[in-house]
T-cell receptor, first 114, second 111 residues
Framework: DTEVTQTPKHLVMGMTNKKSLKCEQH?????MYWYKQKAKKPPELMFV???????INESVPSRFSPECPNSSLLNLHLHALQPEDSALYLC?????????????FGPGTRLTVL | DAKTTQPTSMDCAEGRAANLPCNHS???????VYWYRQIHSQGPQYIIH???NNETNEMASLIITEDRKSSTLILPHATLRDTAVYYC????????????FGTGTRLKVLA
């Protein structure tokens, strides 16, 4: 299984809502990533988890809260988002420290904040 | 991580080779060059990577200049399905998980 899955595919939420994005991989990868991508722009790194510990936080606002419950799962909890947070949210995984660096990306969750 | 520079867009006739250049003049000795592509509204897809030597796989070939300051991704026989944004990235082989995506090249394969 060389797939990264993300749910939901689409999400519409109000600014007062709380929602979560989910990402799953069963490749035995120990590094997992969240990226944000605005239209016609390249993906921007948000968070990196390495061996289930938060390794990188690219100064992301606290209204985005990542969680890595186990080595296969990555969540992104959303609360009090703003309309400018509307974007494609991509999850990726890679083998981990010292391993090949290629990242496997999921299809993304398209988020719209009203 | 070294910064990359790519042309904004390119066209290629179907069936011809597509040659996508990337400049990474500040690359250091232990940084690899990675190529990804992103077809409209999908997640990026890994294509190939290399350090010094030229590399080839079932999707593409990667030519890295001897001074490592630039590289070219070659799609030998482009098809309409190769229409995508192609990103060139450099990163350390280990010790960091940070990918910095450049603006990429929007390749359009023409029938």
């Amino acid at each position: 299984d060389t797939e990264v899955t993300q749910t939901p595919k689409h999400l519409v939420m109000g600014m007062t809502n709380k929602k979560s994005l989910k990402c799953e991989q069963h490749m035995g990868h120990r590094a997992m990533y969240w990226y944000k991508q605005k239209a016609k722009k390249p993906p921007e790194l948000m968070f990196v988890y390495s061996y289930e510990k938060l390794s990188i936080n690219e100064s992301v606002p606290s209204r985005f809260s990542p969680e890595c419950p186990n080595s296969s799962l990555l969540n992104l909890h959303l609360h009090a988002l703003q309309p400018e947070d509307s974007a494609l949210y991509l999850c990726a995984s890679s083998q981990g420290a010292g391993g090949p660096g290629e990242q496997f990306f999921g299809p993304g969750t398209r988020l719209t904040v009203l | 991580d070294a910064k990359t520079t790519q042309p904004t867009s390119m066209d290629c006739a179907e069936g011809r080779a597509a040659n996508l250049p990337c400049n990474h003049s500040t690359i250091s000795g232990n940084e690899y060059v990675y190529w990804y592509r992103q077809i409209h509204s999908q997640g990026p897809q890994y294509i190939i990577h290399g350090l010094k030597n030229n590399e080839t796989n079932e999707m593409a070939s990667l030519i890295i200049t001897e001074d490592r300051k630039s590289s070219t991704l070659i799609l030998p026989h482009a098809t309409l399905r190769d229409t995508a944004v192609y990103y060139c990235i450099v990163r350390f082989t280990s010790g960091t998980y940070k990918y910095i995506f450049g603006t990429g090249t929007r390749l359009k394969v023409l029938a």
